[in-house]
C-alpha cells in the first residue's frame, strides 16, 4: 500500500479507501457484523487507513460498525463521513446543507463512531435551497472548533465547488481537499467538467461506483441481465453494446496482465490523474481482498489507450467546439501546435 496527500492538503491517505456502504444488512443487502470486521481487518493489514462512511448508510449501522472498529486504533485512521442526507422522513430541517442539518449531523455521527472528531467531513450531496457561503461558514466553523479537520464535497456540480472554494479562498475559510464523483470506465461524463476542475483546484478525486455497479467485474458477460430486481433501472441503462463492448476489453486487459477484471477497472480510475483514491465497496471479504489486489496492477500506456478508445465519451459543448480546428485557427492564428505549454 502506498499512501498520497489528499489533495491540497498535507493528510495522508491510503491509495484507496475502504467504503462501508455495505456495512450493516439493513437495506436487505450488505455484509453482517461479523463479515464486515473480516473486510475492515483486511484492510488494515494491508495498510489501509482511510475509511469512508455516510450518516445514512444502513439506517446508521455502518457508522456504528466503523466506530466500534475503529476503536482500538483510532489515531491512526482517517475517518470520513458524510452529512446531507434526510435523517427524519417529514422534517424539512432533517435534511440539506444549512447550519441546523450540519451541527445536529455532526453530533450525531460522532456518537456513533465513538470518536470526538473526524479526520474528514463530507458534503454529500449538492443542496440547491441552500446558500453555499452559509455551507462553508458553517463548515469552516467546525474545522475551528477541532470537530472536523479537512471538509470534502460530493456529488456537486463543477461550478457550485469553483464557487465554494473560491469563496473560501478569498474569505479564509476552510476549503474543500476532496471531491467524491462517479467515476468508472461506463460513466466517464465527471470528465468534461468535474475532473478538470479538481485538477485546477487541486482537490483529491475519491470516485465511487469504479466497478460500474459490478458490471465491469465480468460477471455479465453473456449479456444476460442481472437477476436483481433492485438493479431494474441501473440494467436499463447499463446493458449497451458499448458497455459491454468495454467489458469485453477489461476482461482482455485482466487476461494480459494475469489480474481480473476488477483489478484492471480499479486501476484503470487509479491512473486517470495524480491523486485519484478509488472507494473500494464490497460485499464480501473475498471481494475486497481481489480489489486490493488492484494496488499491485499497473497498466500500460498501450492498456490505458485501449481502454480510452472503447470508452471514450465525448466531451460536448463548449469542450469539442474549442477544441476544433477551425476555432483554434481563428484563436491562434494558426499557431496553436508550435506552442509548447507546460500546463497541457
Same mark, same amino acid.
Given at each position: 500500500?502506498?499512501?498520497?496527500? =489528499?489533495?491540497?492538503?498535507?493528510?495522508?491517505?491510503?491509495?484507496?479507501?475502504?467504503?462501508?456502504?455495505? %456495512?450493516?444488512?439493513?437495506?436487505?443487502?450488505?455484509?453482517?457484523?461479523?463479515?464486515? #470486521?473480516?473486510?475492515?481487518?483486511? %484492510?488494515?493489514? +494491508?495498510?489501509?487507513? %482511510?475509511? $469512508?462512511?455516510?450518516?445514512?448508510?444502513?439506517?446508521?449501522?455502518?457508522?456504528?460498525?466503523?466506530?466500534?472498529?475503529? /476503536?482500538?486504533?483510532?489515531?491512526?485512521?482517517?475517518?470520513?463521513?458524510?452529512?446531507?442526507?434526510?435523517?427524519?422522513?417529514?422534517?424539512?430541517? /432533517?435534511?440539506?446543507?444549512?447550519?441546523?442539518?450540519?451541527?445536529?449531523?455532526?453530533?450525531?455521527?460522532?456518537?456513533?463512531?465513538?470518536?470526538?472528531? =473526524? $479526520?474528514?467531513?463530507?458534503?454529500?450531496?449538492? @443542496?440547491?435551497?441552500?446558500?453555499?457561503?452559509?455551507?462553508?461558514?458553517?463548515?469552516?466553523? !467546525?474545522?475551528?472548533?477541532?470537530?472536523?479537520?479537512?471538509?470534502?464535497?460530493?456529488?456537486?456540480?463543477?461550478?457550485?465547488?469553483?464557487?465554494?472554494?473560491?469563496?473560501?479562498?478569498?474569505?479564509?475559510?476552510?476549503?474543500?481537499?476532496?471531491? +467524491?464523483? #462517479?467515476?468508472?470506465?461506463?460513466?466517464?461524463?465527471?470528465?468534461?467538467? =468535474? *475532473?478538470?476542475?479538481?485538477?485546477?483546484? @487541486?482537490?483529491?478525486?475519491?470516485?465511487?461506483?469504479?466497478?460500474? /455497479?459490478?458490471?465491469?467485474?465480468?460477471?455479465?458477460?453473456? #449479456?444476460? /441481465?442481472?437477476? @436483481?430486481?433492485?438493479?431494474?433501472?441501473?440494467?436499463?441503462?447499463? !446493458?449497451?453494446?458499448?458497455?459491454?463492448?468495454?467489458?469485453?476489453? *477489461?476482461?482482455?486487459?485482466? #487476461?494480459?496482465?494475469?489480474?481480473?477484471?476488477?483489478?484492471?477497472?480499479?486501476?484503470?480510475?487509479?491512473?486517470?490523474?495524480?491523486?485519484?483514491?478509488?472507494?473500494?465497496?464490497?460485499?464480501?471479504?473475498?471481494?475486497?481482498?481481489?480489489?486490493?489486489?488492484?494496488?499491485?496492477?499497473?497498466?500500460?500506456?498501450?492498456?490505458?489507450?485501449? =481502454? $480510452?478508445?472503447?470508452?471514450?465519451?465525448?466531451?460536448?459543448?463548449?469542450?469539442? %467546439?474549442?477544441?476544433?480546428?477551425?476555432?483554434?485557427?481563428?484563436?491562434?492564428?494558426?499557431?496553436?501546435?508550435?506552442?509548447?505549454?507546460?500546463?497541457?
Amino acid at each position: 500500500m502506498r499512501y498520497k496527500l =489528499l489533495g491540497r492538503s498535507g493528510l495522508r491517505v491510503s491509495e484507496v479507501a475502504l467504503g462501508t456502504m455495505t %456495512f450493516g444488512e439493513e437495506w436487505g443487502f450488505g455484509a453482517s457484523r461479523d463479515e464486515s #470486521k473480516r473486510q475492515f481487518d483486511a %484492510f488494515i493489514e +494491508q495498510g489501509g487507513n %482511510f475509511i $469512508d462512511s455516510a450518516i445514512n448508510y444502513t439506517n446508521g449501522s455502518s457508522e456504528r460498525l466503523v466506530g466500534e472498529f475503529v /476503536a482500538s486504533e483510532r489515531a491512526r485512521l482517517v475517518v470520513a463521513t458524510k452529512y446531507s442526507i434526510c435523517t427524519r422522513p417529514g422534517d424539512p430541517n /432533517a435534511g440539506g446543507n444549512h447550519r441546523k442539518n450540519l451541527v445536529q449531523s455532526l453530533e450525531t455521527s460522532l456518537k456513533r463512531l465513538g470518536t470526538d472528531y =473526524l $479526520d474528514l467531513y463530507w458534503v454529500h450531496l449538492h @443542496d440547491a435551497l441552500t446558500p453555499i457561503d452559509e455551507t462553508m461558514r458553517a463548515l469552516d466553523d !467546525l474545522v475551528r472548533s477541532g470537530k472536523v479537520l479537512y471538509v470534502g464535497i460530493s456529488d456537486a456540480p463543477a461550478w457550485i465547488v469553483s464557487q465554494a472554494n473560491t469563496m473560501a479562498e478569498l474569505r479564509g475559510w476552510s476549503r474543500f481537499v476532496g471531491l +467524491q464523483i #462517479k467515476w468508472s470506465l461506463i460513466d466517464r461524463d465527471a470528465e468534461r467538467e =468535474l *475532473v478538470p476542475m479538481a485538477r485546477a483546484f @487541486d482537490l483529491g478525486v475519491t470516485p465511487w461506483g469504479v466497478l460500474g /455497479a459490478g458490471f465491469l467485474t465480468g460477471k455479465y458477460a453473456d #449479456k444476460r /441481465a442481472p437477476d @436483481d430486481t433492485r438493479r431494474a433501472d441501473w440494467t436499463a441503462k447499463s !446493458l449497451t453494446e458499448k458497455n459491454f463492448a468495454i467489458a469485453a476489453e *477489461v476482461a482482455a486487459v485482466a #487476461k494480459e496482465l494475469g489480474a481480473t477484471p476488477s483489478q484492471v477497472a480499479i486501476a484503470w480510475a487509479r491512473q486517470m490523474a495524480p491523486c485519484v483514491v478509488p472507494i473500494l465497496g464490497a460485499r464480501t471479504h473475498a471481494q475486497l481482498v481481489d480489489n486490493l489486489g488492484a494496488c499491485a496492477v499497473a497498466l500500460s500506456p498501450e492498456h490505458m489507450a485501449r =481502454l $480510452d478508445a472503447v470508452s471514450r465519451a465525448p466531451r460536448g459543448f463548449p469542450h469539442d %467546439f474549442l477544441a476544433s480546428g477551425q476555432i483554434r485557427g481563428v484563436a491562434y492564428g494558426g499557431m496553436y501546435d508550435r506552442i509548447d505549454d507546460h500546463r497541457r
